[in-house]
């Protein structure tokens, strides 16, 4: 649940998540009950690796993502405007303040982890820091502040996690075959697990892909509101977008595993079979629900 905060609810948008997190659930259900039935002897072990698994994901993958990236903590004597910035929209929206981190990268980036409250953090690049004004920094670290309240790290962690497990399940099916000779019963495991952990992987990818989308848009829309200046936000991301052309492939390159935690993706998705694989929605469709709230709030 989100924290209780003066963040505005997206109640079409909260709906279609919680639709797309009860439909992980349930295959996760159907996935392991499906691994009990075709491994009587050893459903404890599957159940006990599976726990395991998830602990250790949700327990250190915002830790390991943090590090990755390059995320320095952050004094308000080191980063005063950035501290600032920060400790006006906590106030604004009335939420506890996260650790504030920069990372030393030329890629205009932001980007927040943390399971909970007490652990979050939210790093901004110098890439960013040095391309855009200050309303339009305030939008993205809203935005961000917004993953933060709603615990969308937490959410995500979560919602991946049958795609880790299926992949995992699927080398252990294979090792323990290949290990016992692959003979009758062991045969058909051996074609089987691997099958039904492979659909289970892609339709969970899809879901996860899917409802990752829907949490962007809902932080995009989250954070016009609070800051009451939409125009400020779809400038950072026109901005950021068109700015990501100028930067090496290879820089590029090396972020792109970490889009899913990015404000902006570091390659965008333009055609819509690719656009269905993306972690955010096209620009395109960003920039239009921007555009509409600046109507509802009666600003050009």
Known sequence: MAQRTRFAPDRGLTGRMVTTMFLIGLLY?????????????????????????????????????????????????????????????????????????????????????????????????TGLMRRVE???????????????????????????????????????????GLARGGRGNNGALLLLIPLISAAVYVISFLLTRLLSRYRELSADRAAALLTGRPAALASALTKISGEMARIPTRDLRRAEPFNAFFFAPAFSSRHSIESVLSSHPPLERRLDQLGRISAELGRP
């Open 29 to 125: 259900v159907v996935f392991v009950g499906a691994l009990m039935a075709l491994m009587p002897d050893a459903w404890l072990l599957v159940l006990l690796f599976a726990g395991g698994l998830f602990v250790a994901q949700f327990w250190f993958s915002d830790k390991i993502a943090a590090y990755s990236l390059g995320a320095r903590e952050v004094t308000p004597q080191q980063a005063p405007e950035l501290h600032g910035a920060v400790d006006r929209l906590c106030a604004l929206a009335d939420m506890e303040k996260p650790r504030v981190a920069i990372a030393d990268s030329d890629v205009p980036n932001a980007f927040a982890t943390g399971r909970n409250k007490r652990n979050s953090l939210v790093c901004v690049t």
């Open 134 to 176: 200050r309303e339009e920094l305030e939008g993205v670290l809203a935005h961000e502040l917004s993953h933060v309240a709603h615990r969308d790290v937490a959410v995500m962690t979560i919602a991946s996690f049958l795609g880790v497990l299926a992949g995992t399940i699927t080398r252990f099916a294979l090792w323990s």
